[in-house]
């Protein structure tokens, strides 16, 4: 069966690479060793040549960033404890010593691809039937280390589109040094780790219903001497370390807007990228609204599932996901619970989609076949382009499907509305294919979303192409819709059971290839 003829219209608004985007980061090399002997040679300088090159760095980066001094400060306190017992440097001297171990980054220099989309939470001060969105975008430079980063709109009352223009600064937020776990989380946490001993417990024992990092290592510290050698006790503080580092909280830098924000690697998990956050506005049972963004944590090694959540985009919490099904990448949450339960799409084998649900949005270990490759074009495999997006008919679900020398298009699949297991209607041909303009980069042959959303009758669509820029698509909602009721589902196998585990390789453990979304 063909599908009925969608009109898909592209705007002429293209995000290319911007290697004038930069932040300061920690610069760090050769070890502590190394980073002795540059204090050493600072610490003799004269008090004028210090005042002379301190000016001369000034002048050359003040302008480049919002506010380079507060970066020197901090950098500063990073190497702090190396310097020489009884030193004591001036304030002039501690900025330049924060200049010699800053570099900047330049964070989108190689690409600037798979996009995100949900309405900002700021509606103020708009027309008629206008909306303002806020779009996230995989941003890769030096070493492709990939990062999140963030652009703002406004579509109107016929479904155009229109961007703010790029901000002048990127402003990296920060980790919040005090934030506070909660026990319970921690505790489960640990269970579905396996790292759950009575060496734990020790620890346990001795924190409060919430605490600090701080408070961790003072509880491990206090959880007796003799405990300190054992190797199962070393084994259990070392896994409680490695989870509170991991679900950390970032703040946003003063005066800065949500444009210039940029979420960059900050646990062991990601230390190699952020990868393509899919982002979802979900509404509560009592109809508050927070921001999740699901997204793959990279560590050189491994690429694991892990989730982001915030109510403003000023202040971001960052959790590892847990559950038995909690494996690949491509997870995209459903912007509200159904019968009690929140729900998400992942593609956990590397293949196929599978629906999840659970209880608590931190812990995945239900899952059901949802949809396997059907039509050529998708063969290889097929996953989601982000969250599902509700209509009266049912849940639109963007896809991606892979086919012929590793061919990426977006199609679309509708889903029931009380049961997202039932899949109402597969498109059996793309919604967009790659044009021969989008069909190189530096994956060839690729279109790609992580979410788009739906206004005033439109779907508005950002997709990458060929994993180097970002551009923007639109189509009428309701045809769209109606093509889906019309083409109907695919035959669906097994759908009633457990998926099987799946392979390393599909799990993050094994051999890492470039493009497996």
Sequence with gaps: M??????????????????????????RVGGDPRARKIIRRALAMTPERVRAELERVLQDFTGRHRDVTDAFRRHYGDIAPLLPEGAQPSEDLQLLLGAYFSM???????????PSIVPHPDQSGLGDNQLRFIMSLRATGEGHVSSIVFRTGVVGPRGE??????????????????????????FYKLIEMGAYTDSASLVLQRLG??????????????????????????EAAANMRWLARSNYELVFPPHAEPADL??????ENESRGIEDARLTRFVDD??????????????????????LETQDFHTVQVHTLNGRYVQNKGMALFPRKIDGFYWMISRLDGENMFAMKSDNVHFWNEAQLLCEPAY??????????????????????????????????????????????RVIGHLPEPLIAPREDERDGYVPNVVYSCGALAHAGHLILPYAVS???????????????DALVAAGPMPRHDIGNDPPAPPAEAAGLGPRRRKTD
């Excluded at 219209?9 to 930069?22: C, G, L, M, S, W």
């Excluded at 919430?210 to 070393?234: I, K, N, S, Y």
């Excluded at 590793?406 to 297991?421: N, S």
């Design 209 to 234: 219903d919430r605490f600090t990092f701080g408070e961790l290592d003072q509880a491990v510290a206090d959880a007796g001497p003799d405990a300190h050698g054992d190797p199962a006790f070393l």
């Design 286 to 307: 009592n109809g508050g609204v927070s921001y999740f963004g699901t997204y793959t944590a990279y560590n050189g090694v491994r690429a694991l599932p892990q989730i």
């Design 104 to 114: 900047e980054y330049s964070i989108e220099s190689a690409a600037l691809f798979n």
């Design 376 to 421: 050529p074009w998708e063969f290889v495999q097929i996953g989601n382009c982000g969250p599902p997006i509700e209509t009266p008919e049912g849940w639109l679900l963007l896809t991606h499907g892979v086919g012929p020398v590793r061919r990426y298009c977006i199609g679309a699949v509708l889903l029931d509305l009380d049961d997202p297991t």
């Design 262 to 267: 940029v979420i960059f690697p900050t646990s």
């Design 467 to 481: 994993d180097s820029a970002t551009t923007v698509a639109t189509v009428e909602l309701q045809p769209l819709v």
């Design 2 to 27: 063909s599908a009925p003829t969608l009109d898909v219209r592209r705007i002429p608004t293209r995000f290319e690479a911007d290697d004038a985007r930069v932040i300061l980061r920690p610069f």
């Design 161 to 186: 589109v229109a961007f703010d223009p790029p901000p002048q600064y990127s402003s990296a937020m920060r980790a919040h040094t005090d934030r506070f776990f909660d026990k319970n989380l921690f």
